[in-house]
Protein backbone atom coordinates (compact mmCIF):
# COMPACT_ATOMS: atom_id res chain seq x y z
CA UNK A 1 0.00 0.00 0.00
CA UNK A 2 1.68 3.22 -1.48
CA UNK A 3 0.59 6.63 0.69
CA UNK A 4 1.05 10.07 -0.69
CA UNK A 5 1.09 13.30 1.17
CA UNK A 6 1.39 16.96 0.29
CA UNK A 7 2.25 20.20 1.96
CA UNK A 8 3.65 23.37 1.58
CA UNK A 9 7.48 22.95 0.60
CA UNK A 10 8.82 25.09 3.34
CA UNK A 11 7.47 22.79 5.68
CA UNK A 12 8.67 19.61 3.92
CA UNK A 13 10.57 16.91 6.12
CA UNK A 14 13.24 16.83 3.64
CA UNK A 15 14.31 20.84 4.67
CA UNK A 16 12.76 20.75 8.44
CA UNK A 17 13.47 17.21 10.00
CA UNK A 18 10.28 17.86 11.39
CA UNK A 19 6.35 16.41 11.43
CA UNK A 20 3.98 18.75 12.86
CA UNK A 21 1.16 16.60 14.54
CA UNK A 22 -2.05 18.96 15.22
CA UNK A 23 -5.39 17.79 17.86
CA UNK A 24 -8.03 16.51 15.16
CA UNK A 25 -10.61 19.19 16.70
CA UNK A 26 -7.85 21.78 15.05
CA UNK A 27 -8.68 21.26 11.81
CA UNK A 28 -12.38 22.12 12.98
CA UNK A 29 -12.11 26.07 13.38
CA UNK A 30 -8.88 26.66 11.17
CA UNK A 31 -9.60 29.55 8.94
CA UNK A 32 -9.01 27.87 5.58
CA UNK A 33 -11.88 27.76 3.20
CA UNK A 34 -10.76 25.17 1.50
CA UNK A 35 -13.14 21.80 2.32
CA UNK A 36 -10.01 19.35 2.33
CA UNK A 37 -8.38 21.19 5.43
CA UNK A 38 -11.53 22.82 7.59
CA UNK A 39 -13.97 19.95 8.67
CA UNK A 40 -16.14 21.88 11.18
CA UNK A 41 -17.80 17.87 11.79
CA UNK A 42 -14.53 16.54 12.89
CA UNK A 43 -15.16 13.82 15.27
CA UNK A 44 -18.47 14.92 16.24
CA UNK A 45 -20.82 11.70 16.85
CA UNK A 46 -24.56 11.48 18.45
CA UNK A 47 -25.85 9.27 21.18
CA UNK A 48 -29.98 8.44 21.16
CA UNK A 49 -32.18 10.40 24.80
CA UNK A 50 -35.45 10.42 26.39
CA UNK A 51 -36.80 13.67 26.37
CA UNK A 52 -40.09 14.90 27.64
CA UNK A 53 -42.28 17.71 26.23
CA UNK A 54 -45.53 19.71 28.62
CA UNK A 55 -48.32 22.17 27.16
CA UNK A 56 -50.34 23.69 29.15
CA UNK A 57 -54.18 23.59 29.02
CA UNK A 58 -57.54 24.33 31.45
CA UNK A 59 -58.97 21.50 32.83
CA UNK A 60 -61.79 21.54 31.14
CA UNK A 61 -60.28 22.57 27.60
CA UNK A 62 -59.80 19.16 25.34
CA UNK A 63 -56.63 18.99 23.83
CA UNK A 64 -56.29 18.19 20.20
CA UNK A 65 -53.66 15.66 18.63
CA UNK A 66 -50.36 17.56 17.87
CA UNK A 67 -47.05 16.71 16.77
CA UNK A 68 -44.05 19.19 18.45
CA UNK A 69 -40.88 19.45 15.92
CA UNK A 70 -37.67 19.43 18.58
CA UNK A 71 -34.60 21.61 17.27
CA UNK A 72 -31.17 22.83 18.16
CA UNK A 73 -30.45 26.33 18.75
CA UNK A 74 -29.00 26.21 15.51
CA UNK A 75 -31.96 25.24 14.08
CA UNK A 76 -31.18 21.51 13.27
CA UNK A 77 -34.10 18.97 14.27
CA UNK A 78 -33.86 16.37 15.84
CA UNK A 79 -36.67 14.41 16.76
CA UNK A 80 -40.64 15.29 17.12
CA UNK A 81 -42.69 14.84 19.94
CA UNK A 82 -46.13 13.20 19.67
CA UNK A 83 -48.98 14.51 21.82
CA UNK A 84 -52.16 12.80 21.95
CA UNK A 85 -55.77 13.92 21.92
CA UNK A 86 -56.11 15.21 25.87
CA UNK A 87 -52.65 14.80 26.86
CA UNK A 88 -50.01 17.24 28.20
CA UNK A 89 -47.30 15.24 28.72
CA UNK A 90 -45.28 13.36 25.99
CA UNK A 91 -41.57 11.54 26.00
CA UNK A 92 -39.87 11.30 23.10
CA UNK A 93 -36.28 10.09 21.52
CA UNK A 94 -34.38 12.68 20.12
CA UNK A 95 -30.76 12.69 19.11
CA UNK A 96 -28.08 14.24 21.05
CA UNK A 97 -24.28 15.52 19.64
CA UNK A 98 -22.01 14.69 21.64
CA UNK A 99 -17.93 15.72 21.44
CA UNK A 100 -15.98 12.79 21.30
CA UNK A 101 -12.51 12.28 24.38
CA UNK A 102 -10.13 11.83 24.41
CA UNK A 103 -9.00 13.90 21.27
CA UNK A 104 -5.97 12.25 19.18
CA UNK A 105 -3.20 13.95 17.46
CA UNK A 106 -3.06 12.76 14.01
CA UNK A 107 -1.51 12.88 11.00
CA UNK A 108 -3.04 12.88 7.36
CA UNK A 109 -2.17 10.97 4.12
CA UNK A 110 -4.02 9.77 1.10
CA UNK A 111 -3.79 6.96 -0.92
CA UNK A 112 -1.76 7.31 -3.76
CA UNK A 113 -2.82 8.04 -7.05
CA UNK A 114 -2.94 5.65 -9.63
CA UNK A 115 -3.57 7.67 -12.90
CA UNK A 116 -3.24 11.67 -13.51
CA UNK A 117 -7.04 11.67 -13.26
CA UNK A 118 -6.95 10.54 -9.93
CA UNK A 119 -4.28 12.96 -8.91
CA UNK A 120 -6.05 16.12 -9.92
CA UNK A 121 -8.86 15.09 -8.26
CA UNK A 122 -7.12 14.85 -5.41
CA UNK A 123 -5.56 17.94 -5.40
CA UNK A 124 -8.54 19.71 -5.93
CA UNK A 125 -9.98 17.77 -2.58
CA UNK A 126 -6.80 19.17 -0.88
CA UNK A 127 -5.35 22.48 0.10
CA UNK A 128 -4.67 24.01 -3.62
CA UNK A 129 -1.34 25.99 -2.40
CA UNK A 130 0.59 22.43 -1.29
CA UNK A 131 3.47 22.54 -4.09
CA UNK A 132 5.26 19.42 -3.00
CA UNK A 133 3.93 16.22 -2.95
CA UNK A 134 5.45 12.79 -0.84
CA UNK A 135 4.51 8.76 -2.35
CA UNK A 136 4.84 6.82 1.39
CA UNK A 137 5.86 3.56 0.36
CA UNK A 138 5.94 1.83 3.67
CA UNK A 139 2.86 3.02 5.55
CA UNK A 140 3.64 0.60 8.45
CA UNK A 141 7.01 1.94 9.06
CA UNK A 142 5.92 5.78 8.90
CA UNK A 143 3.06 4.74 12.19
CA UNK A 144 6.08 3.05 13.90
CA UNK A 145 8.71 6.23 13.11
CA UNK A 146 5.74 8.87 14.30
CA UNK A 147 5.21 6.59 17.41
CA UNK A 148 9.13 6.70 18.07
CA UNK A 149 9.00 10.37 17.61
CA UNK A 150 6.23 11.20 20.25
CA UNK A 151 7.89 9.28 22.51
CA UNK A 152 11.40 11.50 22.32
CA UNK A 153 8.96 14.32 22.23
CA UNK A 154 7.83 13.36 26.02
CA UNK A 155 11.21 12.51 26.77
CA UNK A 156 12.91 15.76 25.94
CA UNK A 157 9.87 17.00 28.79
CA UNK A 158 10.93 14.58 31.39
CA UNK A 159 7.74 12.89 31.40
CA UNK A 160 8.11 9.61 32.88
CA UNK A 161 4.65 8.21 32.96
CA UNK A 162 2.17 8.06 30.30
CA UNK A 163 -0.07 5.88 28.03
CA UNK A 164 -0.17 6.27 24.23
CA UNK A 165 -2.68 5.14 22.64
CA UNK A 166 -2.89 4.53 18.77
CA UNK A 167 -5.08 3.83 15.33
CA UNK A 168 -3.71 3.64 11.78
CA UNK A 169 -6.33 3.19 9.04
CA UNK A 170 -8.92 4.08 6.16
CA UNK A 171 -11.37 6.56 6.67
CA UNK A 172 -14.96 6.09 6.18
CA UNK A 173 -17.29 8.21 4.63
CA UNK A 174 -21.00 8.58 5.66
CA UNK A 175 -23.66 9.87 3.60
CA UNK A 176 -25.96 12.82 4.50
CA UNK A 177 -24.71 15.33 7.32
CA UNK A 178 -24.99 13.38 10.39
CA UNK A 179 -22.45 10.93 11.63
CA UNK A 180 -24.50 7.76 12.84
CA UNK A 181 -26.00 7.48 16.54
CA UNK A 182 -23.98 5.19 18.30
CA UNK A 183 -25.57 4.49 21.45
CA UNK A 184 -29.16 4.81 23.24
CA UNK A 185 -28.96 6.29 26.64
CA UNK A 186 -32.78 4.49 27.33
CA UNK A 187 -30.46 1.37 27.38
CA UNK A 188 -28.95 -0.12 30.45
CA UNK A 189 -25.47 -0.68 28.62
CA UNK A 190 -25.25 2.32 26.74
CA UNK A 191 -22.46 3.41 28.51
CA UNK A 192 -20.43 0.18 27.73
CA UNK A 193 -20.99 0.68 23.73
CA UNK A 194 -19.68 4.21 24.25
CA UNK A 195 -16.63 3.48 26.21
CA UNK A 196 -16.05 0.65 22.65
CA UNK A 197 -16.65 3.34 21.07
CA UNK A 198 -14.34 6.05 22.86
CA UNK A 199 -11.27 3.57 23.01
CA UNK A 200 -11.65 2.52 19.44
CA UNK A 201 -11.33 6.15 18.15
CA UNK A 202 -13.85 5.30 15.61
CA UNK A 203 -15.48 9.02 15.68
CA UNK A 204 -11.85 9.89 14.38
CA UNK A 205 -12.39 7.77 11.39
CA UNK A 206 -15.77 8.78 10.26
CA UNK A 207 -16.19 12.10 7.58
CA UNK A 208 -18.85 13.43 5.84
CA UNK A 209 -19.03 12.20 1.92
CA UNK A 210 -17.98 15.09 0.85
CA UNK A 211 -14.51 14.64 1.89
CA UNK A 212 -14.62 11.13 -0.02
CA UNK A 213 -12.43 12.45 -3.22
CA UNK A 214 -9.43 12.79 -0.32
CA UNK A 215 -9.11 8.83 -0.19
CA UNK A 216 -7.72 9.55 3.54
CA UNK A 217 -5.41 6.84 5.65
CA UNK A 218 -4.80 8.80 9.35
CA UNK A 219 -2.95 8.13 12.25
CA UNK A 220 -4.05 8.53 15.30
CA UNK A 221 -2.81 9.03 18.56
CA UNK A 222 -3.83 9.63 22.39
CA UNK A 223 -1.52 11.08 24.51
CA UNK A 224 -2.39 10.50 28.19
CA UNK A 225 -0.22 11.62 31.18
CA UNK A 226 -1.02 12.80 34.68
CA UNK A 227 2.58 14.72 34.12
CA UNK A 228 0.84 16.74 31.01
CA UNK A 229 -2.62 18.04 32.72
CA UNK A 230 -2.80 20.01 29.49
CA UNK A 231 -1.37 19.09 25.88
CA UNK A 232 -0.88 21.70 23.17
CA UNK A 233 -2.85 22.16 19.98
CA UNK A 234 0.06 20.90 18.03
CA UNK A 235 3.14 19.48 17.99
CA UNK A 236 6.43 19.30 16.46
CA UNK A 237 8.21 15.97 15.96
CA UNK A 238 12.14 15.71 15.41
CA UNK A 239 12.12 12.87 12.82
CA UNK A 240 14.80 9.64 12.48
CA UNK A 241 16.83 10.02 9.02
CA UNK A 242 14.67 6.55 8.78
CA UNK A 243 11.77 8.72 9.16
CA UNK A 244 12.59 11.23 6.79
CA UNK A 245 13.73 8.60 3.58
CA UNK A 246 9.97 7.51 4.29
CA UNK A 247 9.41 11.05 2.21
CA UNK A 248 10.04 10.34 -1.34
CA UNK A 249 9.50 13.13 -3.42
CA UNK A 250 7.18 12.80 -6.37
CA UNK A 251 6.69 16.23 -7.57
Known amino acids: MELIRGCDSQFAPEKTGQIRLCKATFYRDIDVANLGIRDEKEGETRLL ?53 PIPYIFCTSRRPESTDEE ?15 IIKDADALGRELEKSINGWLFD ?7 LT ?36 EAWFNKRHIYHNEAEYRYAFVIESSQLPTLPKFILLDLTMSAIRLFERAY
Open 49 to 101: AEGTITREAKDDLLLPETAVTIAMSDSEVVGTAHLKEGSKRATFKHELRTEVH
Open 120 to 134: RVLKEALHKEYNAWY
Open 166 to 201: KRYGWVKYYEGDKPRVIADMTDDNWGDRVTEYLVSM
Open 157 to 163: RQVTESK
